[in-house]
């Protein structure tokens, strides 16, 4: 088993850090990219985007290796602490089904709280990406 700081890990994303040339701009490479689900969750966009836990529900995204050095520049390096990293499961689009780090708010979005500029941003990425876009 590789150790080191350099060891990659998969990475389920569901906002605009799906977009590739985000992530590129952010100094981060991602490995390994595929389309992926999360059962039982759904996209919440507030002020922030997070997924909620929801049965029946599917949330579509992005599935990235990444290091976790990319997982701290991406999240702690950027301002967004109220992340977290949580492992949960995900479905490929080739049918693989396996454990990924996912970043989530620990308090999810008020109920009156909307971002309509980056919803927009990101039915835009999920369209150029070729997936499911998720009802406002």
């Keep these: ?18 977009d590739p040339e985000i992530l590129h701009a952010k ?6 990219p595929r ?4 059962r039982g969750f759904r996209l919440r966009v507030g002020n922030m985007a997070t997924l909620l836990r ?3 529900a599917v949330a ?14 991406l999240y702690r390096a950027a ?9 949960i499961t995900v479905e490929t689009d080739a049918g693989e089904t ?3 780090l996912c970043c989530n708010l620990l308090v999810p979005p008020a109920a009156d709280e909307s971002n309509p500029a980056y919803f927009a ?7 150029r990406l070729g997936l499911s876009v998720p009802a406002a």
Excluded: Q, W
């Design 1 to 18: 088993m590789d150790n080191s700081p350099h060891r990659r890990h998969a990475v389920f994303f569901y906002g605009l850090y799906m």
């Design 27 to 32: 100094s981060v490479e991602p490995h390994h």
């Design 35 to 38: 389309k992926a689900l999360a």
């Design 54 to 56: 929801e049965p029946g």
């Design 60 to 73: 579509h995204g992005m599935l990235y290796d990444l290091t976790h050095a990319d997982i701290d520049t």
């Design 79 to 87: 301002g967004l602490d109220a992340y977290v990293a949580e492992a």
């Design 98 to 100: 396996l454990a990924a």
């Design 121 to 127: 941003k990101l039915v835009a990425c999920m369209t």
